[in-house]
């Protein structure tokens, strides 16, 4: 039987309401008192907040860091500064990676890489603290010759990116295991061959060797002598980099008009005498020679763009530092390798001997064999990470030097890969490289960038 309340009688609404809360609120108790209590044993803890829920602020800030150290330190040649910028992002990325969980630890990929610490199961970790503390930790120990001033200003911004939003437990926790991370990638450094390489760039025991098209010093004095001879020996950080066979040379020796070898040694000359304006301003605008953040610097300085442009997370960041680090560490490596064991000679040795004794290139010939390019072998090895990870027709927008005033505006491309081969193409605009030491340069480093993106960081 269906109750109504006539039209003539008002509802009284203040008595339901209360009927409907005792009502719910005997539920509740009937329900309360059969249920058993609860496990604390069986209660979650709460999870650490994913490092994708950070923002890349601390990874970009400490990789700027980085790059002044580079260009205003001692003993930073290209090799050195790209085996610092390899080392600091493995650091970060693994301090960081118990956060990604669709990532995975790079120990057991990289070439004797093993174990690393790992966080304590159940407790809340920053990553955000994690990072900043491993960064400050690995980059004064790869900068051990960084000067009282520089170290101060490391301390300075550790400080400065740990703002206080964590308790104190865990912000210990998190330094502590950033810390850690730290120390076991510098213990794993120290073991590669190049170990503090910016103590002893140029050795006087090195001698080279003497014979038809090889290498001579291009430059007077000992800042002309050869540059890290046995870099390529150092251990690569990726096993099938170390792996990749030897490229060939395209020619032999000749001093022969229309031979192959006097053909690439007219082009760069006949090239240096007719530059437009445009090419002049590429040459300069990739020299990133001495006291600058050098070759690998500024593909670390792309990387950072890149990441801010996206308002990339320090999970993105973390990944993209350490892919560019490796590759550009790895070609550093396998291109210095392939110099030494050709040794062959600079297009100002060549030039001057076949075409004309006075001819002098734009830049200042490096202390080291031209084949092959180490720019070419490095940008095309960090455009082939960018694009594997970012997409391959990502355009972008390179500020890098634009402080630096007229002929060094920002320069923007339509892909990864145009950069590198316009990065490439600059130096035989410049006078030190021959066009084939850059075409087999961009496809060594293409290799190089495969490799380390073959690695899995992703489960």
Same mark, same amino acid.
């Given at each position: ?266 082009? *760069? @000359? /006949?090239?240096? &005498?007719?530059? =437009? %304006?445009?090419?002049?301003? +590429?040459?300069?605008? $990739? ?53 030494? *064991? @050709? /040794?062959?000679? &600079?297009?100002? =040795? %060549?030039?001057?001997?076949? +075409?004309?004794?006075? $001819? ?62 316009? %990065? ?36």
């Amino acid at each position: 039987m269906k109750t109504t309340v006539p039209p003539s009688a008002p509802a009284n609404h203040s008595f339901l309401r209360r009927a409907s809360a005792v009502s719910i609120l005997a539920v509740t108790l009937l329900f309360s008192a059969c249920s058993p209590d609860p496990d604390p044993l069986m209660d979650p803890k709460p999870a650490s907040p994913l490092t994708e829920s950070y923002s890349s602020d601390v990874a970009t800030k400490w990789a700027d860091v980085e790059l002044r150290l580079i260009k205003n330190g001692t003993g930073f040649s290209p090799p050195v500064a790209a085996r610092a910028l390899g080392y600091s992002g493995v650091t970060l990325y693994e301090a960081v990676v118990p956060g990604m969980p669709e990532y995975q630890s790079l120990a057991g990929q990289l070439t004797s890489l093993g174990a690393l610490p790992q966080p304590e199961a159940g407790q809340l970790y920053n990553w955000n603290v994690s990072a900043n503390a491993a960064e400050a930790f690995i980059i004064k120990n790869l900068f051990g010759n960084a000067t009282a001033a520089q170290r101060a200003t490391i301390d300075s911004l550790e400080t400065a990116l740990n703002q206080p939003y964590y308790t104190a437990a865990e912000f210990d926790r998190s330094v502590k295991f950033g810390q850690q991370v730290a120390q076991a990638v510098f213990d794993w450094s120290k073991t590669d061959g190049g170990h503090q390489g910016y103590l002893n760039n140029q050795s006087s025991s090195y001698v080279p060797p003497v014979g038809v098209g090889l290498w001579v010093q291009t430059s007077p004095g000992a800042a002309g002598m050869a540059l890290q001879p046995n870099w390529g020996n150092n251990r690569r950080f990726v096993p099938a980099n170390a792996a990749l066979p030897m490229p060939g040379l395209a020619y032999t020796y000749s001093k022969q008009p229309g031979s192959a070898y006097y053909a690439q040694a007219l082009e *760069v @000359y /006949n090239t240096s &005498r007719s530059l =437009t %304006a445009g090419q002049r301003v +590429i040459s300069a605008y $990739w020299a990133d020679a001495g006291k600058t953040i050098t070759p690998p610097g500024h593909m670390v300085s792309i990387t950072s763009i890149v990441l801010r442009d996206r308002k990339a997370t320090l999970a993105t960041a973390s990944e993209a530092y350490a892919r560019v680090g490796v590759a550009v560490a790895d070609a550093f490596m396998g291109c210095w390798k392939c110099k030494y *064991v @050709y /040794n062959w000679e &600079r297009p100002v =040795t %060549a030039i001057r001997a076949m +075409i004309d004794p006075t $001819w002098n290139p734009d830049w200042e010939t490096p202390p080291f064999p031209e084949f092959v390019s180490g720019h070419a072998t490095q940008s095309a090895a960090t455009a082939q990470v960018l694009s594997d990870m970012f997409g391959a027709q990502t355009p972008f927008t390179d500020y890098t030097h634009q402080t630096r005033g007229p002929g060094f505006e920002p320069r923007s491309f339509a892909n990864f890969a145009a950069f590198a081969d316009e %990065a490439a193409m600059s130096r035989l605009y410049g006078g030190i490289h021959f066009r084939n030491g850059n075409e087999v340069g961009l496809s060594e480093g293409v290799k190089v960038g495969r490799n380390v993106s073959a690695l899995r960081f992703h489960r």
